[in-house]
């Protein structure tokens, strides 16, 4: 954060002008300058990609053989074509971003990874093979062989045909245990491992080469832990990776609408037995209801490194198995409600895997909408009209926050909108400097209900039950705050939750994505836990915005919903975002951007003073996001640095 803070000085600090003409040249000569620099640095990473390519290395091998000018001949017409073939379909154009993500981070990262490791734990690695090939299987069992971390056990399901063959090509290491069970179940793999803790190693995937060490050592470091779960990517042609899912800290909400953190996962043995394993009731989904009762009970930790590849031939599951297991996490997801005595429906979206939870609204709190608004008669207008024209929820009450407005139209709104619904209407005093913390901190005090809704004026509602998708999760008293989701008029993403660390300070995730579009691994079409949402539409509970002392009026314009949010966080509250609540978000028409050198000066302030205030948080991280994903953009793309 000092970094950035020194930044800030150079650029609120004095300049010189230049003529605009000679100012268009400069930013037209810094335009090429850029554009070469990064044209010099993807050709460099080219070459590098290029020399640790599998394939480069054997032509360079086939190079110093003694007939090479027959083979050059064969490489120049046909290898040579092929190659370049499949580099510019796989991976110039698709796979570069992540090629040289793993370039920086695996091949020339930090050599140490790992060092902590306890050389006397024993990890029991189960493999359920019962469906998988004896080729597959026995990679497994060389792919472990291989890691540097060696005091591991293989436990294995495999079919009865193949008892007979395994042994020759595994030999006498006693690290190797299979078991036949007709019922094609991991649980007698369990049954026969004997390591405190158990990884979990689906069919069609194999550990990364250093993952054992790296998963002895968090384990060391988290002794308290029950259970693990890393990244992971997919593994193509050559050993080439490509879609890497970085997930997130632990997410209660977004692993009730998705199983997010998949079937890859460490589990301590003590609290596996605790739990007595998987239960037979949830078939293919008996993974993920262990996941949700282990996250119940026990602390759970996420390794931001991508320890799995999961072979791309196997990637995409048949639509008739994607069916059946979908219908087995419904019925997890089920179970996993009642043990938390929530009720609702769970209802399968649009995506086979991601889930839509309706809870059921015990008691109709009353929620007071608040609304900020200096002028702006159409704009106000237009977002109460479609308030009372669309919400189905009945018990909430509109206040509009009066604030030095002079134009005619905007008091005969007033009226009108007092004559036709139930609107209240509190002013300002005259004169008053404009500070949004000030103002909805003042209106809170003469709002009645039980929930604050804090709103912009320049909203309109777009899905009638929006109110009740975000009044659901305010009944469970772990809830703090929950946002919506914001389009732009082009039907884009405006907001989807907010990011913290992004771009410097914060960021709305998502931002400009077409509103269809699901997300990274499905976040836009999920119920997920963010940091922070925007204040154009928070919603809280009046208790807990009382507890945290309601906004700080030291952010009079920007940053007070992000500094509201971890005040909440900082009390151990979660804060959610929903997908079902959406309305279409007319950004800045009301204030317009900030553009003059005093506004600039003003949001530079706040940006310190919030950098300041949470100078721990933003030093950890935002836990809902992942340390290898860019920290320059929202669009969740790989961090190459």
């Known amino acids: ?87 510019d379909q796989f991976l110039k154009i698709k796979l570069f971003p992540y090629q040289r993500w793993i370039i920086s981070h695996e091949i020339f990262g930090d050599k140490n990874i790992g060092n902590m490791a306890d050389e006397e734990l024993l990890l029991s690695v189960i493999f359920d093979g019962h469906h998988a090939s004896l080729h597959e299987i026995i990679d497994v069992f060389r792919c472990l062989k291989k890691q540097p971390f060696q005091n591991w056990e293989m436990c294995v399901v495999i079919s009865k045909e193949m008892q007979g063959n395994i042994r020759k090509y595994v030999g006498n290491d006693n690290r190797f245990k299979s078991v036949f069970s007709p019922a094609a179940s991991i649980r007698e793999a369990i049954s026969v491992s004997t390591g405190e803790y158990l990884v979990f190693l689906p069919e069609h995937t194999v550990l990364s080469r250093n993952a054992l060490r790296i998963i002895a050592s968090e384990v060391k ?191 005969a709104v007033y009226d009108e909108l007092r004559s036709r619904y139930r609107v209240k209407i509190i002013a300002e005093p005259k004169g008053a400097v404009f500070n949004y913390a000030a103002f909805n901190n003042h209106a809170v005090h003469k709002a009645v209900g039980d929930i604050i809704l804090f709103l912009n004026n320049d909203m309109e509602v777009l899905t009638g039950d929006w109110l009740e998708r975000m009044v659901e999760h305010l009944q469970f008293k772990e809830n703090g705050i929950v946002g919506a989701t914001l389009l732009y008029k082009n039907n884009t993403i405006q907001h989807a939750g907010v990011l913290i660390g992004i771009q410097g300070t914060a960021a709305h995730e998502h931002r400009h994505f077409p509103a269809d579009s699901p997300g990274y691994f499905g976040r836009l079409k999920s119920i ?103 920290a320059r953009y929202e669009d969740f793309s790989v961090r190459e640095k």
């Open 1 to 87: 954060m000092r970094s950035n803070k020194k930044s800030l000085k150079i650029k609120t600090g004095e300049h010189h002008a230049l003529p605009p003409r000679k100012e268009q040249k400069l930013q037209k000569l810094h335009t090429v300058i850029k554009q070469q620099d990064e044209a010099l640095i993807n050709l460099r990473t080219e070459i590098q990609m290029m020399q640790v390519a599998p394939l480069y290395r054997m032509i360079s091998m086939i190079r110093k053989l003694p007939f090479t000018p027959v083979l050059n001949r064969l490489l120049r017409y046909t290898i040579r074509p092929m190659y370049r073939w499949l580099y």
């Open 221 to 411: 470091r988290y002794p308290n832990t029950g259970m693990f779960y890393t990244d992971e990517d997919v593994m193509g042609i050559c050993g080439i990776r490509s879609n890497p899912n970085f997930k997130p800290g632990l997410s209660p909400d977004y692993l009730r609408s998705c199983n997010y953190i998949k079937d890859k996962i460490i589990v301590k043995r003590a609290c596996g037995e605790a739990l007595g394993w998987l239960r037979r009731d949830f078939g293919s989904a008996a993974l993920y209801d262990l996941i949700f009762r282990l996250t119940e009970k026990y602390q759970c930790t996420h390794i931001p490194k991508v320890l799995f590849h999961e072979h791309r031939n196997h990637h995409k599951v048949k639509p008739a198995d994607a069916t059946h297991t979908a219908r087995n996490e419904q019925q997890v997801i089920a179970d996993h409600l009642r043990r938390i005595r929530r009720t609702g429906a769970v209802n399968v979206s649009e995506m086979d895997d991601v889930f839509q939870i309706k809870y059921s609204i015990k008691t109709s709190q009353k929620v007071s909408i608040i609304i900020l608004n200096k002028d702006n008669a159409a704009l106000l207008k237009t977002c109460v009209v479609s308030i009372f024209k669309m919400t189905t929820y009945k018990n909430y009450e509109v206040i509009i926050v009066e604030n030095n407005s002079i134009l005619p139209d905007t008091f």
């Open 528 to 630: 997920h836990n963010v940091s922070a949402v925007t204040g154009a539409c928070l919603m809280m509970r009046r208790n807990v915005f009382d507890e945290v002392g309601g906004f700080d009026e030291r952010f009079p314009v920007a940053l007070n919903d992000v500094d509201l949010c971890l005040k909440v966080r900082e009390k151990g509250y979660l804060i959610i975002t929903t997908p079902y609540a959406r309305l279409l978000h007319f950004e800045s028409i009301t204030r317009g951007y900030d553009q003059t050198d005093e506004q600039v000066r003003r949001k530079m302030m706040e940006i310190v003073l919030l950098g300041n205030k949470w100078e721990s948080v933003f030093r950890a991280g935002d836990p809902y996001y992942n340390i290898n994903l860019t």
